[in-house]
């Protein structure tokens, strides 16, 4: 049986703690514009998460684009003459179209290398959730399973990953138009943090206006509390927009309601910030509440 190799993309947000003992990953780096400027995200990248929210905090919107097929061939293609299969857990096809751009990039090789294994699954998750998905992924891959078995045990399990994110600001909500410039006043004047989900369809939704930081964290509680599943694993992950100190308020809470479970934390990258702004925080967890 040939090795195969883990991929995954910058979007995933995953951080060193969180791959400590698992199986190298391999992460695609990916492309984001802000204030004019051109930058790569992800490893030997160009910015830096810091950076990002920093030129955000100064006024500056961001945009995003989905991983070109050139990309995706300069990647997989070493691996791929080294005799190892390829499993990529992608960036939900969802909020982009990154996962159509690998597919088309993954039947071209498919063509040149068809004595190899090459098996592209939409996540339907993003940021920390995805990384979340890709590192239960990894914990499978150590014990053994096959590519196909991990394959079909992501595309399973995928939908009990629940995601949380509570914004600070309905800026770049707006600038990205998923809320109206009239929601964003009204919101901003009552001190409203929106709290969006990643749906069924791996699409990100506004689903509560909680009032104020504390409220908003409660929330975030409330939904743990509604639908966890510790029998599938008992981690949790906090994510966080340049916010370290939010971060550690919502740990601190989750850990007092939730003293069995371990907890993670991880910066947010810029391919979600670009939407959701500074000061998100984030929740991630197995559960029956997606």
Same mark, same amino acid.
Request: proline share 4%.
């Given at each position: 049986m040939a090795s195969y190799q883990i991929f995954t993309d910058a979007t995933a947000d995953l951080c060193p703690e969180m791959l400590n003992g698992l199986p190298h990953v391999e992460i695609i780096p990916m492309n984001i514009e802000i204030g004019g400027e051109a930058y790569t995200y992800g490893p030997s990248g160009t910015i830096t998460a810091g950076r990002f929210y920093e030129l955000q905090r100064n006024g500056s919107f961001a945009?995003?684009?989905?991983?070109?097929?050139?990309?995706?061939?300069? +990647?997989?293609?070493p691996c791929l003459q080294q005799g190892k299969d390829?499993?990529?857990?992608?960036?939900?096809?969802?909020?982009?179209?990154?996962?159509?751009? +690998?597919?088309?990039?993954?039947?071209?090789?498919?063509e040149q290398y068809p004595n190899s294994t090459i098996i592209c699954v939409d996540t339907l998750a993003a940021s920390i959730g995805e990384g979340f998905l890709v590192c239960e992924a990894l914990r499978k891959q150590a014990e053994g399973y096959s590519i196909e078995e991990l394959a079909d045990w992501v595309t399973?399990?995928?939908?009990?990953?629940?995601?949380?994110?509570?914004?600070?600001?309905?800026?770049?909500?707006?600038?990205?138009?998923?809320?109206? +410039? +009239?929601?964003?006043?009204?919101?901003?004047?009552?001190?409203?943090?929106?709290?969006?989900?990643?749906?069924?369809?791996?699409?990100?939704?506004?689903?509560?206006?909680?009032?104020?930081r504390k409220r908003a964290i409660s929330t975030q509680i409330d939904h743990i509390q509604a639908g966890l599943l510790p029998d599938m694993g008992n981690r949790i992950v906090v994510g966080h927009g340049d916010y370290p100190k939010g971060a550690e308020l919502l740990k601190?809470?989750?850990a007092d309601h939730f003293p069995d479970m371990q907890i993670d934390t991880a910066d947010i990258g810029p391919i979600i910030g670009a939407h959701t702004g500074p000061g998100m925080l984030a929740v991630t967890y197995w559960g029956t509440n997606r």
């Amino acid at each position: 049986m040939a090795s195969y190799q883990i991929f995954t993309d910058a979007t995933a947000d995953l951080c060193p703690e969180m791959l400590n003992g698992l199986p190298h990953v391999e992460i695609i780096p990916m492309n984001i514009e802000i204030g004019g400027e051109a930058y790569t995200y992800g490893p030997s990248g160009t910015i830096t998460a810091g950076r990002f929210y920093e030129l955000q905090r100064n006024g500056s919107f961001a945009s995003t684009s989905q991983v070109s097929q050139s990309i995706y061939l300069e +990647a997989f293609t070493p691996c791929l003459q080294q005799g190892k299969d390829i499993l990529y857990l992608c960036f939900s096809s969802g909020m982009s179209g990154t996962f159509q751009s +690998a597919q088309l990039s993954v039947s071209e090789l498919r063509e040149q290398y068809p004595n190899s294994t090459i098996i592209c699954v939409d996540t339907l998750a993003a940021s920390i959730g995805e990384g979340f998905l890709v590192c239960e992924a990894l914990r499978k891959q150590a014990e053994g399973y096959s590519i196909e078995e991990l394959a079909d045990w992501v595309t399973e399990n995928r939908l009990k990953i629940c995601h949380w994110f509570t914004v600070d600001t309905f800026e770049h909500l707006k600038h990205g138009g998923r809320v109206s +410039a +009239a929601a964003a006043t009204v919101g901003t004047v009552l001190q409203i943090k929106p709290l969006l989900r990643v749906d069924e369809e791996g699409c990100l939704k506004v689903m509560e206006k909680p009032r104020g930081r504390k409220r908003a964290i409660s929330t975030q509680i409330d939904h743990i509390q509604a639908g966890l599943l510790p029998d599938m694993g008992n981690r949790i992950v906090v994510g966080h927009g340049d916010y370290p100190k939010g971060a550690e308020l919502l740990k601190a809470s989750i850990a007092d309601h939730f003293p069995d479970m371990q907890i993670d934390t991880a910066d947010i990258g810029p391919i979600i910030g670009a939407h959701t702004g500074p000061g998100m925080l984030a929740v991630t967890y197995w559960g029956t509440n997606r």
